[in-house]
């Protein structure tokens, strides 16, 4: 654990591509008492410069550097500054890219769209705890990534049943009743057009990697349970 006061203040490194941002972002965190922005860069090489320079605390990265990746730099920042925690401030609406910044080393990921006081939320406790920041929605991302990996490595076809939708899931049992297409969307609820079922079943195939068509799907079914051995 670790406090912060004037006299032993926050020190932050700012990495972010628009000098509009890293001016804002200086003045609302010099603002707070207990902070400091040591330097600030728009540039990912330059970044990797100053936080071997100036050791900083806290880095504060934007994920899309205009030229420079920010999931490219994050580990590099990593290396040249082990003591620094990096906290991801990103407005990206992809997940992938959020969350793979977690698994990669970032403390903490803030939405530009949340606001100040999130941000300074996430640096006063990234730095005082250790602990990480995440955003809604991340944890239940993490943790279903670490149980897919964990299924593969323990049965590599796990993970290709547990891509399933319940609506594919349901598709396979009534294919294990032995209907054919226009039966199979009758019974859907609510009743589908029967080339969605056509859709759905080759979206099947390719999910759990079945080359010969609806017998294939149907000895593959029996084998994992997907299907009752009395369903016919």
Known sequence: MTSNSPDNPIRILLVDDHLLVREGLRELIESRPGMVV??????????????????????????????????TI????????????????????????RDKAMEIGA????????????LLSAIEKVHRTGEYWLESGAVNRLLDKRRT????????????????????REIIALVGEG????????????????????????????KLDIKGGRLALLVYAYKHGLVSTQAR
């Open 149 to 168: 990996r964990a299924a593969e490595k323990l049965d590599p076809e796990a993970a290709k049943i547990a891509s399933l939708t319940e609506r594919e």
């Open 38 to 71: 040591v330097a600030d860069t728009g540039s990912g090489s330059n970044a990797l410069s100053l936080a071997s320079s100036t050791q900083p605390d806290i880095i504060i990265l934007d994920l899309d550097l205009g030229d420079d990746d920010g999931l």
């Open 74 to 97: 994050l580990p590099k920042l990593l290396e040249v500054s082990s003591q620094s925690s990096v906290i991801i401030l990103t407005g990206t609406r992809d997940p992938y890219k």
């Open 179 to 206: 209907l054919e297409n226009k039966e199979i969307a009758e019974r859907l609820r609510p009743i589908v057009a029967e080339s969605t079922v056509r859709n759905n079943l080759s979206i099947i195939y390719e």
């Open 107 to 118: 403390k903490g990921v803030v939405l530009k769209e949340n606001g100040a006081t999130e």
